[in-house]
Structures are given as structure tokens and as C-alpha cells.
């Protein structure tokens, strides 16, 4: 799936979001709002991790996603 899909798709994406980063909130799932990029911001910040290593995550995840 590609991102674009799944920013279309955001509101039932969100949940497989959750259970792949438990640590992100609601409110910060509503404030990415599908944006890759918000995405890869929040997830570098939230686990403190490289920017490369949450563009990895990200990527995974969109290759991943069931939606």
C-alpha cells in the first residue's frame, strides 16, 4: 500500500499505527492526521530514535499496512 492510501484511510489505519507504536497517543495520531512525514517526526521524537531509523519504521510500516 502506498502512502497516499493510507493517508486516505487514515481514521482505520490509526489503530494498526497504535499497536505497532504503543507509546503514541490518540492526540498525536489525530494530529499526524495521515501526514507521512508528521509520521516519521513523531515517532523519531516519541522513541527518540534516528531520523533514519522512524523513516525505516515508517516505511515498514507502509509496506505492512492492511488496509
Do not use: H, P
Amino acid at each position: 500500500m502506498n502512502w497516499d492510501q493510507i493517508e486516505g484511510k487514515w481514521k482505520q489505519v490509526k489503530g494498526q499505527a497504535q499497536q505497532k507504536w504503543g507509546k503514541l497517543t490518540d492526540d498525536e495520531l489525530d494530529r499526524i492526521d495521515g501526514k507521512r512525514e508528521e509520521m516519521v517526526g513523531v515517532v523519531q521524537e516519541r522513541y527518540g530514535i534516528a531520523r533514519d531509523e522512524a523513516e525505516r519504521q515508517v516505511r515498514e510500516f507502509e509496506s505492512s499496512c492492511n488496509c
